[in-house]
């Protein structure tokens, strides 16, 4: 199974994901940034934080970068 990794970066950081995540595809991988971003957010407004500018660069193990989800596209506001 393919390895996927979740780097978390802003402007002005960068949290490199060492581990990655064994996934079965791209479309997991996806659902799974979505669902990580979630998490981070929710921990994030509880705390006050701001919670806008971060977002998921995903890459491969071959190091190729797939997508970039920003966190505030995974939020719903209706």
């Not at 064994?22 to 979630?38: I, P």
């Not at 998490?39 to 190729?64: A, M, P, Q």
Request: hydrophobic share 35%; aromatic share 10%.
């Amino acid at each position: 199974m393919p390895r996927y990794f979740f780097h978390i970066k802003s402007e002005d950081t960068f949290v490199e994901d060492l581990e990655g995540v064994e996934l079965s595809g791209e479309k997991e991988a996806h659902a799974e940034a979505t669902d990580a971003a979630r998490e981070i957010l929710s921990e994030r407004v509880r705390k006050g934080e701001v919670i806008d500018g971060h977002e998921f660069d995903v890459h491969n193990e071959r190091g190729t970068k797939l997508f970039s989800l920003p966190f505030r596209d995974v939020l719903r506001f209706h």
